[in-house]
């Protein structure tokens, strides 16, 4: 059986795109009537209308919704697979790249990798911004070019991801704090009170499971939407907060870290981008910056 024409990708995805005819023949400089009859034969190969008119304009079909965001990759694909290899000039490149970070890594790498990046790149320019709630559709849509944190069962199964680095999390108090002397057994880590970090408003965490493995429960005071409110809060307070480790190797003055009297499993924080960027020879230069900033102890004060 002959395969099916693939030449009708192009005219598929600026259809999908455009949401009408017109719109699709001048991106793809076709007449109407071209890209009327590229429309007719997508709709017989693929057994569905695609776009119906709805008033005087064209809806997409469930169908065609489906298709929209394959087809964005699969068209950029193809069309890097026939592109040259580029040759990466970093002295002229001139680029801002976004990168969606999560708190507190701009704070222990930043700094390092912006001088990473200028010494090789001078006209490089990097934009950092917050998790939000879009999640991995920044990355898809080409909003974010790299994002960190931890991998979870809701990211997109097509990112391409790379482990950065371990951490774990360790329990921090004020200086003079009782928990800053002595053993601290999980009896008395329990006994205090405590801030919760949640950027998402939950009302118990990882330590909670784990005290409640032990019989035991803890007294949350506050919740907190980031590591830097909960540790202005332990600094000014007898107030008891865990944080990953890597957020307490900026010296943070008045403040005392320690174990963690529970068992809890290792973080992996990762670097995670869309497969469309796998070939592009400038985002390549800089995961590898991101990957050799966060595994070299470039960031240590």
């Known amino acids: 059986m002959p395969g099916p024409d ?16 017109a719109g699709a023949a001048r991106r793809l400089r076709l007449s109407p009537s071209a890209m009327s009859r590229a429309l007719a034969r997508l709709r017989e190969a693929t057994g569905d209308p695609l776009l119906v008119r709805s008033g005087r304009t064209l809806v997409a079909t469930p169908r065609a919704l ?24 970093l002295a002229r490149l001139e680029r801002v790249f976004t990168l969606r970070t999560g708190e507190g890594f701009v704070d222990t ?5 912006i001088a990473r990046l200028t010494a090789q790149a001078p006209g490089v320019r990097l934009r950092f911004v917050g998790k939000s709630e879009r ?21 997109g199964p097509e990112m391409r991801t790379v482990a950065l680095f371990h951490d774990r999390f360790v329990g921090v108090v004020r200086h003079g704090h009782p928990l800053a002397t ?29 005290l409640a493995a032990l019989g035991l429960h803890r007294r949350i005071v506050a919740m907190v939407g980031g590591f830097s409110a909960a540790l202005a809060l332990v600094r000014a307070s007898d107030l008891i907060t865990a944080v990953p480790e890597r957020h ?3 010296p943070r003055a008045g403040l005392h870290t320690f174990p963690l009297p529970v068992s809890l499993a290792p973080l992996t924080v990762s670097m995670l981008w869309h497969p469309r960027l796998d070939a592009d020879a400038g ?19």
């Open 6 to 21: 693939l030449n009708l990708l192009y005219p598929l995805e600026a259809l999908l795109s455009e949401g009408s005819v």
């Open 66 to 89: 489906e298709l929209r965001e394959r087809m964005e990759l699969l068209v950029a694909e193809a069309q890097a697979v026939l592109r040259p290899v580029e040759k990466l000039d």
């Open 109 to 113: 790498f930043g700094a390092a990798l």
């Open 135 to 155: 999640g991995q559709a920044l990355l898809r849509h080409n909003d974010v070019d790299l994002e960190t944190g931890v991998v979870s069962a809701t990211d």
């Open 182 to 210: 002595g053993e601290i057994t999980a009896e008395r880590y329990a006994e205090g009170g405590h801030v919760l970090v949640s950027r998402r408003g939950q009302e118990r965490g990882l330590v909670d499971d784990a």
């Open 248 to 250: 307490t190797t900026v």
């Open 283 to 301: 985002h390549r230069w800089l995961r590898d910056c991101v990957r050799a900033v966060c595994g070299s102890g470039e960031n240590q004060p």
